[in-house]
């Protein structure tokens, strides 16, 4: 379930630096997925982009959107050359190492839902404007 690490010193180096850019990465980040959700909101019900908390400052490891024909449109957009990627395809409750769990397909409904529907997006540092509206243009031209 876990596991125990330790940072080496030339770790320590680069995790040092990452600090001292950590906060325009963040910005960054949030302006892209601020882009994202301005952009992709008008597709709800086929993406529905989460509920940001007001004044809440994230950081988006990862931008998730669930999205109906999901597998279609991750094809659509990797053709595209949008590097979209689904993150855990398998819900937690129907992973090997939760066996012992004696949980079953159904247990979890809307974690099973969720694996099947949701995208990930990029939202990283390096996207610019044009970059984060041809994702939108291409998802919404998937939708018409």
């Not at 279609?72 to 090997?96: C, F």
């Amino acid at each position: 379930w876990g596991v125990n690490m330790r940072l080496q010193p030339l770790q320590a180096i680069v995790a040092n630096h990452g600090l001292d850019i950590l906060t325009k990465v963040i910005d960054k980040r949030n302006i892209n997925a601020n882009l994202l959700d301005d952009g992709l909101r008008k597709l709800n019900p086929k993406v529905i982009i989460p509920n940001r908390i007001k004044g809440y400052r994230e950081t988006f490891a990862l931008y998730m959107i669930l999205c109906e024909k999901r597998d279609q449109l991750l094809n659509y957009l990797i053709k595209n050359k949008i590097e979209a990627k689904i993150h855990y395809p398998i819900p937690l409750h129907l992973q090997k190492a939760a066996k012992k769990l004696g949980y079953s397909k159904g247990s979890f409904p809307i974690a099973e839902y969720q694996a099947k529907s949701i995208i990930t997006l990029p939202v990283h540092q390096f996207l610019n404007k044009k970059q984060i509206n041809f994702m939108i243009k291409k998802i919404t031209n998937f939708y018409s």
